[in-house]
C-alpha cells in the first residue's frame, strides 16, 4: 500500500554550515560502546530522516550495494577482468571531438587508499587515489600534481618508494566497498624518475595490490601483498617478493583457498609477517573473512610460514580482515569478524609468539562500527612503539601500547586508511582518508591541516544551466553535495553522500541537492538555505541515488521517484504520486532493502508523456501526465538513464549497467516510436556499463553522447553503429553523469574519482 511519508516537526529551513560533512561521533572513547550504532549523521546534512524510515548504515555498506548491483547482472558476478578488458577495447576506437578541460574541484578531496615518502627529495609526498591514480607533492602535502597517466587504469591500492628513489605502485582498490565498486586493476608498475613515466612490473592478475614493502636494507628487494579479485577466484593473489627491483617476482606465501589474498607485508630483517584474508562478493551476498584470513611470520625470508595464535582467534570462518603493526618485538593486531564487527585488539612483546587482547576494547570498537573491513589499518610510531594509532570511522589514538584509546575529534574528515611518519621532520605524520591528504606536525596527535590542491573527487552527478555557465555543482561520494559559487570554488552545501543535483535552467538561484535514499532540499537563494522536501513525497522504497528531474516544458514541475514517480507543480512545495509501483517489487538481500525502485525518469518537451525506467530492468510510459501507465520493456539490467528527444516525444533511449559477461544483452537501446519497439544501440561501444546519454540536438543527425565506465563516446549519427570516443584528455575513469547544454555546445563529465571535466563546441 501507497503512504506519503510521515512529516517531521524539523523538516524547516535551514542555513548549512560550511567546512565538510563531518560525522558527529556520539561519545566515542569516552564511554563503552557495547550495542553503539555509530551512524553519526553528517554534520553538514538534512536534519534526520523519519522514524519510520529505512535508516542507512553510515559508512561504505550501503554504497557498495548500490554500484555492486547496478553493475553485475542479476544472478552473476563480474566477469573476470570486465573492467580492464573494456579498458583494451575503449583504447582501440578512434577519437574525436576537442579537448576536455579539468574543472576541479581542486579544494574538496577524495579517498586516499596508500601514502609514502620520497627518500630522496624532502617534503616530497606520494598519494595514491582509490581511482584517481598517482598524485606527488613537492610542498609538505600542500599540493598535489599528477604522477600517474592519464589513458591508465586510475584504480590504485598501494604506494612505495625504494631507497635507491624507484617508485612502485600497485593497482586495483583492495578495499571491498565505498562509493566504488572496488574496480579490478593491471598489476604492479614502477618508476625510476618520480612518477613521469611508468614500467609494468608483473602481476598483472592480482586484482588489487594492498601493499607494497621494499626492504630498508636490499633496494632490489620488493614484498608485493596482493588482495586478488574480489568477484573471482585464483589469479595473482597472496604474497610475492622480487629480488630485481620489480622485474620478476615469486610467491612466497600462497592462501588457503582460492580467494584468499594478502592485505599486509611487513620486514624485519629475515623476519616476515603478513596478513592474508578470505573475502568474495557474489550477488547473493558479501563473505569477508573465513579460514584462510590470519596472521602470519617466518623467521627465515619466506622460505617458511607459521599461522600466528598464542591468543589471537583461532582459524576459523568468523575470522574477519586484520591490521598488523610491527615495531621489534612488539605486534598488534585489529581484529574484524566476517560480518564486519569489530572482535579485539591483540597486543604482543615477543615478536608474535603470544597475544594478549586489550581490555579497552570497548574503547576501539565505535571506531570501526559494523564495517571494519573497510579500515583494518594499525600504524605504530618509529619512535616510540607504545604510540599508535588506528584507522576508524575516526583516527584512533594509544599512548600506552593499546591500554588505552582516545579518538581524535579534530576538523579531518571521516574513514582513516593511510599514514606514514616523516623521518626528515620529526613529529610529522601525513594521513590519508576519505576527504583526502593531512598533515600534523605534532605526532599525529592534532593538530591536522588540509592539502589545498588535490583534484581527485569521486563525483555521482552534476549539474548546470545555460543561464550561467560558470555554475556548477554536483554530488561527491562521501562529500557532499558541491557548489562553484556561494564561497570558495568549490564548496560543500550539503552533506553526506552527495547525491542528484539539479540547477532551475531559468533561475541559477533556485537548486536541488540530495543526499542518498532520497533526503532531497530544494533552495531559491543558491543553496544558502536548504527546505527539505522528500518527506512530501509518497514512497515505500527509494534508490540510494533518487532520481528528481525537471520538466522541460516547465521548471517549477518536478518529478521524484521511488517505487513510484511523484511530481509536483509548485518548484517542489507540494507532491503527489501518478503512477503505481512501477518496480517488481522489494528485493530479498537485507544489505540493500530498497531495490526495486525507479532509476530513471525522463519527462518529454509536450508536457504530457513521462518515461520511467526501474533499477530491475523495466521501462515504462505514461502519455496522459500519469493517469494510465504502459510497460515498454522489461528484463534489461539497471537502467540507469531514459533519455527522450526534446524535440521528439517519440524518440526514446536507454541505457543500462551491468557487464553483459557473454550474454546478447545491450547497454543502450533505443526507440522511435515511443518505445513500441526496439533496437539495440550498443554498436562498437566497450562492453562496459552505460550511465548516461545526452542527445545532440544541434547535429543535423540527433548525434548521441554516452557516458560509461570507460570514459564519453559519441556517435556522431545517432544510430549506434559508430562509436568513438569523444574528446582529446579525458582520463580513464568511469563518468557517472554527463550534462549538455546545447546553447554553447557544452559538456560536462562528473568522472568517479577525477573530477568535473568540461568539453567545449567544436
Same mark, same amino acid.
Given at each position: ?563 513510484? *514517480?511523484?511530481? !509536483? =507543480?509548485? +518548484? &517542489?512545495? %507540494?507532491? #503527489?504520486?501518478? $503512477?503505481?509501483? /512501477?518496480?517488481?517489487? @522489494? ?80 547497454? *543502450?537501446?533505443? !526507440? =522511435?516510436? +515511443? &518505445?513500441? %519497439?526496439? #533496437?539495440?544501440? $550498443?554498436?562498437? /561501444?566497450?562492453?562496459? @556499463? ?73
Amino acid at each position: 500500500m501507497l503512504r506519503p511519508s510521515t512529516a517531521r516537526p524539523d523538516a524547516r529551513e535551514r542555513r548549512p554550515r560550511r567546512g565538510g560533512p563531518r560525522r558527529r561521533l556520539l561519545q566515542l572513547a569516552l564511554a563503552p560502546l557495547a550495542g553503539l550504532a555509530l551512524l553519526a549523521a553528517p554534520a553538514d546534512a538534512a536534519p534526520p530522516p523519519p522514524d519510520d524510515e529505512y535508516r542507512p548504515v553510515r559508512g561504505p555498506s550501503a554504497p557498495a550495494e548500490y554500484r555492486y548491483r547496478q553493475k553485475a547482472l542479476p544472478g552473476e558476478t563480474l566477469p573476470r577482468h570486465a573492467h580492464a578488458d573494456a579498458a583494451a577495447e575503449a583504447r582501440e576506437l578512434p577519437v574525436g571531438g576537442g579537448d576536455w578541460k579539468s574543472l576541479g574541484p581542486t579544494n574538496i578531496g577524495g579517498r586516499i587508499v596508500s601514502l609514502a615518502l620520497d627518500p630522496q627529495r624532502a617534503d616530497t609526498l606520494y598519494a595514491a587515489a582509490a581511482s584517481g591514480g598517482i598524485w606527488r607533492s613537492t610542498d609538505a602535502g600542500r599540493t598535489f600534481e599528477p604522477a600517474w597517466p592519464d589513458d591508465a587504469t586510475q584504480a590504485m591500492g598501494a604506494v612505495a618508494t625504494s631507497p635507491d628513489g624507484t617508485l612502485y605502485a600497485g593497482t586495483g582498490e583492495p578495499n571491498p566497498g565505498g562509493g566504488s565498486i572496488t574496480y579490478e586493476g593491471t598489476g604492479l608498475y614502477r618508476s625510476t624518475d618520480g612518477g613521469k613515466s611508468w614500467k609494468p612490473s608483473g602481476l598483472r592478475d592480482s586484482g588489487a595490490i594492498s601493499a607494497i614493502t621494499v626492504d630498508p636494507d636490499h633496494p632490489k628487494r620488493v614484498y608485493a601483498a596482493a588482495a586478488g579479485s574480489l568477484y573471482n577466484g585464483g589469479g595473482d593473489r597472496g604474497v610475492y617478493r622480487s629480488d630485481d627491483g620489480g622485474r620478476s617476482w615469486k610467491r612466497i606465501l600462497e592462501g588457503a583457498n582460492e580467494f584468499t589474498g594478502a592485505t599486509e607485508i611487513f620486514v624485519q630483517d629475515e623476519r616476515l609477517y603478513a596478513v592474508l584474508w578470505d573475502h568474495r562478493r557474489t550477488p547473493e551476498k558479501r563473505t569477508y573473512g573465513g579460514v584462510g584470513s590470519g596472521v602470519f611470520r617466518s623467521d627465515d625470508d619466506g622460505r617458511s610460514w607459521e599461522r600466528l595464535g598464542g591468543g589471537l582467534p583461532e582459524a576459523g570462518p568468523d575470522v574477519g580482515r586484520i591490521g598488523l603493526a610491527v615495531a621489534g618485538d612488539r605486534v598488534y593486531a585489529l581484529v574484524n569478524t566476517t560480518a564486519g564487527p569489530f572482535q579485539g585488539f591483540y597486543a604482543s612483546d615477543d615478536g608474535g609468539d603470544s597475544f594478549v587482547q586489550s581490555a579497552a576494547d570497548d574503547q576501539l570498537k565505535g571506531s570501526q562500527s559494523t564495517f571494519g573491513w573497510w579500515f583494518s589499518k594499525i600504524w605504530a610510531d618509529p619512535a616510540d612503539p607504545t604510540h599508535l594509532h588506528a584507522a576508524g570511522v575516526p583516527l584512533m589514538t594509544s599512548k600506552d601500547a593499546g591500554a588505552t584509546w582516545t579518538y581524535d575529534d579534530t576538523s579531518i574528515h571521516v574513514d582513516q586508511h593511510a599514514m606514514v611518519w616523516d623521518p626528515r621532520k620529526p613529529g610529522r605524520v601525513y594521513l590519508g582518508n576519505d576527504g583526502g591528504v593531512y598533515r600534523s606536525d605534532a605526532n599525529g596527535d592534532g593538530g591536522w591541516v588540509r592539502a589545498e590542491h588535490q583534484p581527485y573527487t569521486q563525483l555521482y552527478s552534476a549539474a548546470i544551466t545555460p543561464e550561467d555557465p560558470s555554475r556548477i555543482s554536483g554530488g561527491a561520494q562521501d562529500n557532499g553535495s558541491i557548489r562553484s559559487w556561494g564561497g570558495e570554488r568549490f564548496n560543500e552545501y550539503l552533506g553526506g553522500d552527495g547525491e542528484e543535483n539539479l540547477i532551475d535552467p531559468t533561475d541559477p538561484d533556485k537548486v536541488i541537492a540530495c543526499y542518498q535514499y532520497g533526503n532531497c532540499f530544494r533552495s531559491t537563494d543558491g543553496g544558502d538555505t536548504m527546505t527539505y522536501f522528500a518527506d512530501a513525497t509518497t514512497y515505500q522504497r527509494r534508490n540510494w541515488f533518487t532520481p528528481v528531474v525537471h520538466d522541460p516544458s516547465d521548471p517549477r514541475v518536478l518529478y521524484y521517484g521511488a517505487e513510484v *514517480v511523484n511530481r !509536483s =507543480t509548485d +518548484g &517542489g512545495k %507540494t507532491w #503527489k504520486a501518478i $503512477s503505481p509501483d /512501477l518496480s517488481g517489487g @522489494p528485493g530479498d538481500d537485507p544489505n540493500y532493502p530498497n531495490y526495486g525502485t525507479v532509476s530513471s525518469i525522463a519527462p518529454a518537451g509536450d508536457g504530457r508523456t513521462v518515461y520511467a525506467g526501474t533499477d530491475d530492468g523495466r521501462v515504462w510510459v505514461t502519455e496522459d501526465g500519469g493517469a494510465n501507465w504502459t510497460k515498454i520493456a522489461e528484463g534489461r539490467p539497471w537502467v540507469t538513464r531514459v533519455v527522450v528527444d526534446p524535440n521528439d516525444p517519440s524518440r526514446v533511449f536507454t541505457t543500462h549497467s551491468g557487464y553483459r559477461s557473454g550474454s546478447p544483452l545491450a547497454h *543502450v537501446y533505443g !526507440s =522511435t516510436d +515511443g &518505445g513500441r %519497439t526496439w #533496437k539495440n544501440l $550498443s554498436g562498437n /561501444l566497450p562492453d562496459a @556499463p552505460v550511465n548516461d546519454l545526452v542527445v545532440d540536438v544541434g547535429s543535423a543527425s540527433g548525434s548521441l553522447v554516452v557516458g560509461t565506465d570507460q570514459g564519453v563516446f559519441r556517435s556522431p549519427s545517432g544510430s549506434g553503429d559508430d562509436w568513438q570516443r569523444y574528446g582529446h584528455g579525458l582520463p580513464a575513469v568511469p563518468v557517472d553523469d554527463i550534462e549538455y547544454d546545447p546553447s554553447r555546445g557544452r559538456l560536462v563529465a562528473a568522472t568517479f574519482g577525477r573530477g568535473f571535466y568540461e568539453l567545449g563546441a567544436e
